[in-house]
Every structure is written in C-alpha cells, then in structure tokens.
C-alpha cells in the first residue's frame, strides 16, 4: 500500500531511513546541548516549543531532501507549505491526544472532513521496538471523539532516523511514566499549585524545572525527538500554521528571535516549499 493510501485509511505511516546514521548523531548532539540550556521543563523531561526558531541548528531536517521527498509521496503533491510548527522533546512522557490544538483550535473550520490533510513528521533520534515510541488509535484521524485507551492501540516500531508519519487528527501518545516518575510527577505538580497560590501568580502550573533535572538522574535511556509539520498548501494548511505558531508562541516565554534561522526560506523557496511567516509579535 503507498504511503498516502496508509494516511488516508489508518492515520499513520513509517517511511525508513530518511535520516542516516551521522544525521541522527548529529541532531542528538543538538538537541542534547540545547536542552543543557534552554527548553520548558515538562513531564519529567524536556520540551522546546517553536524549535523552527528557537533551535537554529536543527533548520537543515526541513529542507533535507529526503524529508521533502517524503511529504511529497505522503501527500501525492508537489504544493507543500513549511507551517514553522516544531517541538523537540527529551525524554518526556506523554498522555493521549489530538495535536488538533484543545477544541480543534488549530482549525478555523471543521476539520473532521476528506479535504483536510495535515501530516506530522516524528524522527525519533534511537530505536523503538518497545511501547516506548509513538503509539495510536488507528483510524481515530476520522473521529472527533477523543480520548483512547490502550485497546486497540498500536505501539508503532521505528529505528532511529525513520520518519513516523502520523495525521495531525490521530489520537496518539508518547511513552508511559514508570511508577517512580507517576509519584514525581504528582509531587511536583501539587508543590506546584501551592507555590502558585501562595505568590498568586496567573500563571499555568507547571512542573517545577528542578524536577526535571532531577529525573535525569533516573536510570533511562536518553530519548529524543523531532515533531514537525510540512502541510499541503491549501486553506488548512494555513490555518494550522498560523493557529499553532501562534500557541507556540505563547506557550514559550523566553523566546531568542521571533524569524527563522539564516538560509531556510531560501533553502525552502529552491526546494518549491512555500514558507508560512508568522506574526509571531503579535500574538
Ligand atoms: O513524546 C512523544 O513521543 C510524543 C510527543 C507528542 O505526542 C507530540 O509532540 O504531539
């Protein structure tokens, strides 16, 4: 079955070695140095919002030809559209859900429909052969319900540099907290709320970035990835662009830029990819 005949029926698709070996290396050195600096702390491990910006030296994975080639055979169109969505993550874990935003924010329209396309491109940076990847609901893309459990599920088997294609729609989850990090967690989010309503701030609360460090101390392996969305260029496309630019960039308050790194719009512009500039200050 192609590539787009997966998305279309089951949600999600794996393409293999889209990058090779020193490529991953290379983005784990990346990733590792940016997150010994900078990033939101989150469920025990670390994310950074808007990474498109605020990780310039990842920018050449979305110009890299086999990324592109890729989206091209998932969509079945040369007309693609770099949103600027990237989050990188280390070592978090995740719960079920959408990345539709909450409410399907990242839609101005219903986007439960046949013309709405938006694939996502997860490269995790090692091998998962475990339940410790993406896992989905497959053929939940179509359902606006939401809220999986583990029935039915599918723990999707990937090595490091496969690109796991997965539409945006799709309920889905990163790896489960072990029994240790479900009480750090809980701990952390409670002294959280207390600090919070001690100083009054308005602020979300959110895990205390102290405990992610401490976690890195628990006995895992380091696991990290790259999420980011190349769109069709179409009215849906746009809209997930500019909505979810827009959460990125309140979800992150520390940000080094509001435009992307030197050379991608031209990289992008040489490769036929339309490139999505965001208002970012007036969010
Ligand atoms: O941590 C993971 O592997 C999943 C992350 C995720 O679900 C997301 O970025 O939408």
Same mark, same amino acid.
């Given at each position: 079955m192609s590539v787009r005949n997966e998305l279309d029926e089951s949600g999600f698709a794996v393409v293999p070695s889209v990058l090779d070996p020193d490529e991953v290396a290379r983005l784990r050195g990346t990733l590792t140095t940016h997150f010994g600096e900078r990033g939101s702390a989150f469920n025990l491990g670390w994310t950074q919002p808007n990474a498109a910006? *605020?990780? $310039?030296?990842?920018?050449?994975? +979305?110009?890299? $030809?086999?990324?592109?080639?890729?989206?091209?055979?998932?969509?079945?169109?040369?007309?693609?559209?770099?949103?600027? /969505?990237?989050?990188? /993550?280390?070592?978090?874990?995740?719960?079920?859900?959408?990345?539709?935003?909450?409410?399907?924010?990242? +839609?101005?329209?219903?986007?439960?429909?046949? *013309?709405?396309r938006v694939i996502k491109m997860a490269i995790y940076l090692q091998d998962h052969f475990d339940e410790a990847g993406l896992t989905v609901a497959p053929g939940s893309h179509r359902s606006r319900q939401w809220g999986s459990s583990e029935d039915g599920a599918r723990s999707i088997a990937s090595r490091a540099g496969d690109a796991v294609l997965f539409d945006v729609r799709i309920d889905h989850r990163g790896r489960r907290p072990s029994?240790?990090?479900?009480?750090?967690?809980?701990?952390?989010?409670?002294?959280?709320?207390?600090?919070?309503?001690?100083?009054?701030?308005? /602020?979300?609360?959110? *895990?205390?970035?102290?405990?992610?460090?401490?976690?890195? /101390?628990?006995?895992?392996?380091?696991?990290?990835?790259?999420? +980011?969305?190349?769109?069709?260029?179409?009215?849906?496309? *746009?809209?997930?662009?500019?909505?979810?630019?827009?959460?990125?960039?309140?979800?992150?308050?520390? $940000?080094?830029?509001?435009?992307? $790194?030197?050379?991608?719009?031209?990289?992008?512009?040489?490769a036929g990819v339309a490139v999505f500039q965001p208002d970012l200050p007036n969010c």
């Open positions: 910006i *605020e990780c $310039p030296d990842i920018s050449w994975v +979305f110009s890299h $030809p086999k990324v592109l080639e890729t989206y091209r055979d998932a969509y079945g169109s040369n007309d693609l559209l770099f949103t600027g /969505h990237c989050d990188i /993550h280390q070592d978090s874990f995740s719960a079920w859900h959408k990345d539709t935003g909450s409410g399907d924010c990242y +839609f101005d329209e219903d986007c439960f429909v046949e *013309e709405c029994s240790t990090e479900r009480i750090m967690h809980t701990t952390g989010m409670s002294v959280s709320k207390i600090i919070r309503r001690v100083t009054r701030s308005t /602020h979300a609360p959110g *895990e205390p970035a102290a405990l992610s460090r401490i976690a890195e /101390h628990l006995p895992r392996t380091t696991r990290q990835s790259v999420f +980011f969305t190349i769109a069709l260029d179409d009215r849906f496309g *746009e809209q997930f662009a500019r909505n979810n630019m827009s959460r990125q960039r309140r979800q992150y308050a520390d $940000p080094i830029g509001d435009s992307y $790194p030197d050379g991608l719009a031209e990289r992008m512009g040489e």
